[in-house]
Nanobody, 127 residues
């Protein structure tokens, strides 16, 4: 059974940083893509960043490029999202999700391409 557990959310002031973690189990970690998605109140869920854990290819939404960094730790089966220079508009519930192969990391970094989801973690950025 695929399990994904997010952690690391919280309240931070604009310009601050947070690091989210997504601990994965129940599948061959190196075979999958792991995506970070977010959903703000009244808005659709959107792709933030995705990573192919096997070859390290990544994708970032334009809104987070140069501020967020996705990485994976194979020893811990964990994917991280380092978020710097946070803005109030980054406020949302952040989810990680797993996508089984075959996939294209960039083109498939959309919620409908991902089958298994974590419970989400709240990120709130105050102005």
């Amino acid at each position: 059974e695929v399990q994904l557990v997010e952690s690391g959310g919280g309240l931070v002031r604009a310009g601050g940083s947070l690091r989210l973690s997504c601990a994965a189990s129940g599948f061959v970690f190196d075979d999958y893509a792991i995506g970070w998605f977010r959903q703000a109140p009244g808005k659709e869920r959107e792709g933030v960043s995705c990573i192919s854990t096997g070859d390290g290819m990544t994708y970032y939404a334009d809104s987070v490029k140069d501020r967020f960094t996705v990485s994976s730790d194979h020893a811990k089966n964990t994917v991280y999202l380092q978020m710097n220079s946070l803005k109030p508009e980054d406020t949302a519930v952040y989810y990680c999700a797993a996508n089984a192969p075959p996939f294209t990391v960039a083109a498939d970094c959309r919620p409908r391409e991902y089958d298994d989801w974590g419970q989400g973690t709240q990120v709130t950025v105050s102005s």
